[in-house]
């Protein structure tokens, strides 16, 4: 089996981790990058060192939607005819996505944040965004739909699926139980904490979702991790606890904010420190600051079901919180 990195058009993650796992018929690749002529020419040689060219992927087994694991898995398929899978979960996501990429002008792209207060910031985002649809040719369905619970057989080794909804609605993980690795894709990276709240088609709780969805790891054994960014790493438990833990002490961080008087998910995330290295805000590029909008809102939201926040929504649509 093979980490093969490939590149990424935007600095906030430098490679997504493509993994070529070796069949009788040729190779099954978990991910398949972003595509992108360098990341295919980076591919290309990758596979070329190991003996091995394009027309040999048989399979793409791809954790979820997000361009940067998706799109290439469809561009090769059109070149070579390999099979694409992906998470059942994602079918939402996906209708969006290719509806939204048709269409010249996307007014509706972002209004399910509108609520957050983020007026100005959406105003100066006009059309972009990442994780949001792009060109209408990236997006095409998968040829297989994967289920929870389901298992895929590669070469010698069984592969289960496991639905992880967080990052995104349809994300999935495949759990090699024999040799004790999980391919993580990004519901558990090493490095970073991965995004919530932010897709084509917004679920209402996304982390609340990616909360029960760690927990979930608790229920499989100690495994080697193997994220989608990063480096592979000994223990996704440990990391889970890690990221459990962030995710525990940005919720109370957002409700001594809210404590504070301020009351949009907007005027929360412009008082959060954001990143590793305690950014402000208004030091994020616009794509970072869309990202903290929705993440922030996310997190507000998990806080009124815990019944530790209060909220109601104002005529426009804009939604305010307070202490409970
Ligand atoms: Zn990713």
Redesign the pocket.
């Known amino acids: 089996m093979h980490r093969i990195a490939l590149p990424l058009p935007n600095d906030g ?1 430098r490679a ?1 981790n493509v993994y070529a796992v070796q069949a009788e018929d040729g190779l099954v690749l978990i991910d398949g990058g972003w595509a992108l002529a360098e990341s295919e020419q980076r591919l290309v040689s990758s596979l070329a060192e190991l003996g091995f060219g394009l027309g040999d992927i048989t399979t793409f087994l791809v954790t ?1 939607l ?1 361009r ?2 998706y799109t290439q898995a469809v561009a090769v398929r059109r070149k070579v005819g390999s099979h694409v899978s992906l998470g059942i979960g994602e079918q939402a996501n996906l209708q969006v996505a290719m509806r939204l990429s048709r269409q010249p002008l996307r007014p509706d792209r972002l209004s399910h944040l509108l609520r957050t207060g983020a007026t100005e910031l959406l105003a100066r985002l006009q059309g972009g965004g990442i994780g949001l649809p792009g060109p209408a040719r990236d997006w095409e369905l998968p040829d297989s739909w994967l289920h929870d619970g389901g298992r895929v057989q590669v070469g010698n080794r069984c592969l289960r699926v496991i639905a992880t909804p967080g990052h995104t609605q349809g994300h999935v993980v495949f759990h090699d139980a024999d040799a004790g690795l999980l391919f993580a ?2 519901h558990v990276l090493p490095q970073i904490t ?1 995004s919530v709240g932010l897709e084509a088609a917004p679920a209402p709780f996304p982390l609340r979702d990616y909360l029960d969805s760690l927990r979930l790891m608790f229920e499989l054994p100690d495994a080697v991790l193997l994220p ?2 990063g480096p592979v790493t000994t223990s996704v438990h440990r990391r889970v606890t890690e990221l459990l833990t962030h995710h525990e002490n940005r919720l109370a961080a957002s409700a001594a904010v809210v404590a504070t008087g301020a009351a949009t998910a907007y005027q929360v995330a412009l008082a959060l420190p954001w990143t590793r290295h305690e950014k402000a805000f208004a030091d994020l590029d616009q794509d970072n600051q869309l990202l903290a909008v929705a993440e922030t809102a996310a997190h507000l939201d998990v806080l009124v079901l815990q019944r530790r926040l209060g909220s109601s929504t104002d005529p426009d649509g804009i939604e305010y919180y307070r202490t409970a």
């Open positions: 993650l997504v979820h997000h940067d694991h894709g990004d991965p989608a960014h």
